[in-house]
């Protein structure tokens, strides 16, 4: 374990000093878009989901057979998007941890969190800095989230650069 730390911060430093003393090039400035909104959003959601039901706020939809909501405070620049992901009562304590740790490792953007007797997949952002990728990338985490509860716990192919205890030892 100390080697491996070691070799983090020695790589950590590298990266530092080539940084000072390669600068990046000039690029472009990239034009940025305009600022989600909701009428953005309820756009976007049409195009994505021909058929969603939108109300005050809030939008649900079906994406891959699994029921989302996504909701947005304008005033307190909040969008969440949420889907279902198990039932408190059916979740043992080796899921749970399994869970916990995909928040850290491979749930990515999004993340687990229970409320009311349901283990919610979950993505929670700033409204007006949202991008439409970012948005479309969101409803898939959530959606991935939810379908491999109980196998791989990850919301993608991706998983953040940790090595655990298990993967140590290969």
């Known amino acids: 374990m100390k080697k491996l730390v070691s070799l983090m911060c020695y790589v950590m430093l ?6 000072k003393a390669y ?21 976007v959601l049409q195009g994505v989901q021909p058929g969603v039901k939108a ?16 909701f947005t405070d304008e005033f307190h620049n909040r ?11 059916n979740v043992t304590r080796d899921m749970l941890m399994r869970m916990i740790e995909a928040n ?21 952002h700033p409204l007006d800095s949202l991008r439409e990728r970012d948005l479309l990338s969101a ?7 939810v379908k491999t509860t109980g196998t791989t716990y990850s919301s993608s192919a991706l998983k953040f650069g940790v090595v655990s205890n298990e993967d140590e030892g290969k």
Not at 14 to 19: G, Y
């Open 104 to 124: 850290f490792v491979s749930a990515l953007d999004v993340r687990y969190a229970a409320f009311e007797g349901i283990i919610w997949s979950i993505f929670v």
């Open 55 to 70: 109300g005050d706020s809030r939008w649900l939809m079906v994406r891959q057979g699994i029921p989302l909501q996504v």
């Open 79 to 89: 969008l969440t998007i949420i889907a279902p992901a198990a039932e408190v009562k």
């Open 139 to 145: 409803l898939q985490q959530v959606v991935t989230l």
């Open 14 to 19: 590298l990266d530092l000093s080539l940084a």
């Open 23 to 43: 600068p990046a090039e000039d690029t472009k400035e990239l034009t940025p878009e305009q600022p989600m909104t909701n009428a953005v959003l309820e756009k």
